[in-house]
């Protein structure tokens, strides 16, 4: 395949900038807050279901970022490790519906979980339990902005009749003790099926708690998910795969790939070091993503926990991605 027609099938994105090493070009600005009118606004969090201070802190700053648009949001997409430590019906109070500001992040938060919302391997007793009480919660407040309508689904965006953004979200707790065998068994076949639907919407992303690929010191590349999803993402038009799991912001493209690949795992715990690739940009940071999506492009921006943006891209339909402000 030549590059002309790589370029062309959204294989090659941007090497040029790539090579020329996005980390060093860019620095902390001005957020960009003033969009195309048709198109719509997203934030994207995870790992912040510490209750402590610096979950508040990125949430105030969601919030104050979300009153600067010039239009609501459409949705908060909650990357998960929703609830760290022992999960009761008690905390959805402090540390959702009140941590996140209804001032101007009044839309559905659509959440996956995280390896943290399950139990007995991680911080807390309560196994598969855990992840229920999310699902139950849901089920239980249809009026509050929690949604998780099943473990794996997906969700339209502004509406189903004539959607702009596909959503599909992914359970990729494989490891034991969270999903069942058959639980994995029933992603797969619904993913399969999901992928082969008619697709009315011009952009397609897929949100799960675990990246695929990561610039994170100690985790790295995800072999697992690369084995089980990584065809799908080359065969498939995703323009964005958004994760947390690695507590820090980081955009990454990768050779054979179709997404931008996303890690926003800043929302309140711990943070983790990053290690400098020709990947792409990432930060040891507390934070959280912008998206607006209109007919002709995406816009991600990556927000500090101060409200300075810390690096941003355009990506059009055809893939080609253009690091903004470089
Ligand atoms: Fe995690």
Not at 70 to 78: F, G, H, K, T
Not at 89 to 117: I, T, V, W
Request: proline letters at 4%; one cysteine or more.
């Amino acid at each position: 395949m030549t590059r002309r027609d790589a370029l062309k099938s959204g294989l090659i994105f941007s090497t040029g900038l790539l090579s020329a090493g996005w980390q060093s070009r860019l620095h902390a600005a001005e957020p960009q807050t003033s969009f195309s009118k048709k198109g719509l606004h997203f934030l994207a969090v995870g790992d912040y279901g510490t209750g402590k201070e610096a979950q508040k802190k990125v949430a105030a700053q969601m919030n104050q970022f979300a009153g600067t648009l010039d239009a609501p949001l459409s949705s908060v997409l909650a990357l998960g490790d929703n609830f760290y430590g022992m999960l009761d019906e008690a905390r959805f109070g402090p540390h959702f519906e009140q941590m996140y500001s209804k001032q101007h992040l009044d839309c559905p938060f659509y959440a996956c979980l995280g390896n943290h919302d399950y139990g007995p391997q991680y911080d807390s007793k309560q196994g598969r339990v855990k992840a229920d009480m999310q699902l139950d919660y849901a089920k239980k407040n249809p009026n509050s902005r929690w949604k998780m309508p099943a473990k794996w689904f997906a969700v339209e965006f502004p509406n189903p009749v004539t959607p702009l953004v596909k959503i599909i979200y992914l359970d990729g707790n494989f490891a034991e003790g969270a999903m069942t065998p058959q639980e994995k068994l029933g992603q797969k076949r619904w993913l399969d099926e999901e992928l082969k639907k008619e697709n009315k919407a011009k952009w397609t992303w897929v949100v799960t708690h675990f990246p695929m690929f990561s610039d994170d010191t100690k985790r790295k590349d995800n072999q697992g998910l690369i084995k089980n999803w990584g065809p799908l993402l080359k065969t498939n038009a995703i323009s964005l795969y958004l994760s947390g799991h690695d507590h820090n912001l980081q955009h990454l493209q990768v050779q054979d790939y179709q997404p931008s690949f996303l890690v926003s795992g800043g929302g309140g715990a711990t943070t983790y070091e990053t290690t400098a690739s020709a990947r792409g940009y990432s930060k040891q940071i507390f934070g959280f993503n912008h998206i607006h999506v209109d007919e002709q492009k995406i816009t991600v921006q990556l927000i500090d926990a101060d409200g300075k943006r810390l690096h941003a891209f355009e990506r059009d339909l055809g893939g080609k991605v253009k690091v903004l402000g470089a």
